[in-house]
């Protein structure tokens, strides 16, 4: 594409025209190659302006920035290069609106509700690819680098999932996302919201902020796109008075326009009944604890929405067995599960409490550099719940690991907890303190399979370290 015509018409000021042509877009300077143009964006911890050399001498052929920069190339200066990333990346890549789109947010659950909704989808006949915090995946898999990538990214995976025959698009959307304009030119065919809970503080700094951001979704969706709510959130009554021109609610109260309650749970799963217009289904699920039933009445009115047949929706619901690192069963009754705030935690626990037949023990940190005011909450609730409680590392990045322990230790109400700083020798030690009617449940890392240390990441899985346990003994 042409210089001028991707530029034309956008509020800026351009110094040293020269109508070059466009083969790509970047906002990564280790991304340039030659004939790209180069979007200069500040990010939470790099200012990219900092970086158009690296750009330059990489072969880019046109600057877009937020200050005049000297230059002999192209230079496109506007006053918000985050915002207006999203409008070139649109303009050179198209709006893929063959494509349906579903976009996902909420405290917990997303990536649950995002895998069972894509396989909704594959029942009834459509290709689906998913966008989220675990992988994105199409006809092929790569590992998420973050939940929701950057526009230039989202649009890149559009192409690759256009020209592999996806029909369809099921998406994370978190609260970075939304806040930082990364799905701002994406129109959603339906976004869904699971539920809103305290996290992220670090970044949004208000729960007022916060849930502004998630509010945000709504806005973003065509003129005939649905709003798929949780009912019994507070939260989403306040979706419910959003000027919305297509809605469907869900939850197990009254007013919900799809409901549902628990017939049968155990670590076999749950077994649901759903009311819709005045019919009742019934529906087996491999998924655990009773949560789930939020995210599995998510999918079903995201089903409904996107007009797939009931009988592809229960069986689409039917046939996902687990999601990798959500309330996993690794080997015997020893569980991982990403649950890293104040309510996840909470879930989890109650939702074992009702099936344990001997204790219940919990591993558990908290990440560094983020919400500083849920920790000693985790620890409150981690310490009620549970009947042992080792508390470790998580990702402390770059704060040291007993100084977020020690946040954690000021909100426990027990003595029933030990600290063991390093993750690997905490799982060790709950697994060896485990009687055969326990139940274990490593949590707050889940899927991952790294652990940040300051500026490094090293290997580090906690389904593997409880898999060697087993293999070579602890």
């Known amino acids: 594409m042409q210089l001028s015509e991707l530029i034309a018409g956008i509020p800026a000021q351009v110094y040293n025209m020269n109508d070059v042509d466009i083969a790509s877009i970047e906002f990564d300077s280790r991304n340039i190659r030659a004939g790209a143009m180069y979007v200069a964006v500040k990010g939470a911890r790099f200012d990219g302006h900092d970086f158009v050399r690296d750009a330059v001498a990489s072969g880019a052929v046109a600057l877009v920035t937020q200050k005049k920069i000297a230059t002999a190339l192209p230079q496109i200066v506007v006053s918000d290069t985050r915002a207006m990333l999203g409008e070139l990346a ?10 349906t789109k579903v976009g996902i ?3 917990n659950g997303k990536t649950t509700t995002a895998f069972l909704i894509r396989s909704i989808l594959g029942k009834a006949g459509r290709r689906p690819g998913l966008i989220g915090t675990i992988y994105y995946s199409g006809k092929t898999a790569s590992k998420a680098t973050r939940t929701t990538p950057e526009i230039m990214d989202v649009l890149k995976l559009f192409t690759r999932f256009r020209d592999e025959g996806i029909d369809s698009v099921v998406m994370e959307v978190s609260s970075h996302a939304l806040k930082m304009a990364r799905v701002e030119n994406i129109a959603f065919d339906v976004a869904v919201f699971t539920n809103f809970s305290q996290d992220h503080l670090d970044f949004h700094k208000t729960m007022d902020e916060y849930m502004k951001a998630k509010l945000h979704l709504f806005s973003l969706l065509k003129p005939h796109g649905y709003a798929v709510y949780n009912n019994d959130d507070t939260l989403g ?3 419910k008075k959003l000027s919305l021109n297509h809605s469907l609610s869900y939850g197990q109260t009254e007013g919900s326009a799809i409901q549902a309650r628990i017939i049968d749970q155990s670590l076999n799963g749950l077994r649901l009944e759903i009311a819709y217009e005045n019919k009742r289904f019934e529906i087996g699920s491999s ?11 998510a999918a079903f009115a995201s089903g409904i929405a996107l007009t797939v047949d009931v009988e592809d929706i229960i069986a689409g619901i039917e046939e996902l067995k687990a999601v990798q690192g959500r309330m996993e069963r690794v080997v015997d009754n020893i569980f991982v599960d990403f649950a890293h705030t104040p309510s996840a935690i909470e879930s989890i626990l109650r939702s074992f409490r009702s099936y344990a037949q001997g204790r219940l023990i919990i591993v558990f940190g908290c990440g ?9 909450k985790m620890g409150a609730i981690a310490t009620k719940l549970a009947d042992l409680v080792v508390i470790t590392s998580d990702n402390p990045r770059n704060e040291m690991p007993m100084e977020i322990i020690e946040d954690i230790v000021r909100g426990v109400v027990s003595d029933n907890y030990i600290i063991i700083e390093d993750r690997t020798a905490a799982i060790r030690y709950a697994i060896s303190e485990k009687r055969a009617q326990d139940i274990l449940v490593v949590a707050g890392k889940g899927h991952e399979e790294y652990q940040i240390i300051g500026e490094g990441v090293i290997h580090f899985n906690d389904a593997e370290v409880i898999r060697q346990c087993f293999t070579n003994s602890c």
């Open 105 to 107: 947010t909420g405290t």
């Open 90 to 99: 649109t303009r050179f890549y198209g709006k893929f609106d063959e494509l």
């Open 368 to 376: 560094g550099d983020r919400d500083k005011e849920k920790r000693p």
């Open 287 to 297: 998924l655990i604890g009773d949560f789930n039933l939020y995210n599995i009445l």
């Open 237 to 239: 009554r306040a979706i």
